[in-house]
C-alpha cells in the first residue's frame, strides 16, 4: 500500500486500564485496525495527563496512577479513516476521539524478512 500526500490522522485517547471484555482497549482497537487494512497504527503511552474528569494521571512515585493516558494513532486515506470510525462507537465509553488533516510525506514499511537485517548480511 502506497501513501503519499493528503491524508487523514484519527486520534484516540484513553486510559490504559481501559478494557473491551477483558482486554486492553488499545489492543482491541489496533487490531480492529488491522482487520479493516488501515495503513498502520501506534499506541503511545503518556506519562502525565487529565480528561473530562479532571482527574490528573500521573506516572510520578508520590502519587502513583494505575490509568495513565494512552494515545492511538492512525494515518490512512480519508474514507478509510471514515469508514472506520463506527467501530469505535461501540468500544469507547470514556475517551477523546479526534480527526485531523495531514499531508503524508514518507511512508515506507521494512521489506518482507529474507534473512537479511540492517547492515547484516544473511549467513
Known amino acids: 500500500m502506497r501513501l503519499h500526500g493528503r491524508a487523514r ?7 490504559d486500564t481501559d478494557q473491551h471484555h477483558h ?8 487490531h480492529r485496525a ?3 487494512g488501515l495503513a498502520g497504527a501506534s499506541v503511545f503511552h503518556g506519562i502525565e495527563g487529565y480528561g473530562a474528569s479532571s482527574h490528573i494521571h500521573t506516572t510520578r512515585i508520590l502519587s502513583l496512577s ?4 494512552v494515545a492511538i494513532v492512525i494515518v490512512d486515506a480519508e474514507d478509510r479513516i471514515e469508514a472506520f470510525l463506527p467501530e469505535l462507537d461501540g468500544l469507547i465509553d470514556e475517551g477523546l476521539v479526534i480527526i485531523d488533516d495531514v499531508e503524508v510525506y514518507r511512508y515506507a514499511g521494512r521489506a518482507k524478512d529474507t534473512g537479511r537485517r540492517r547492515g547484516k548480511e544473511a549467513p
Open 9 to 15: 490522522r484519527l486520534t484516540i485517547f484513553i486510559g
Open 66 to 69: 494505575d490509568d495513565l493516558p
Open 23 to 30: 482486554r486492553p482497549l488499545y489492543t482491541e482497537i489496533v
Open 34 to 36: 488491522h482487520e479493516h
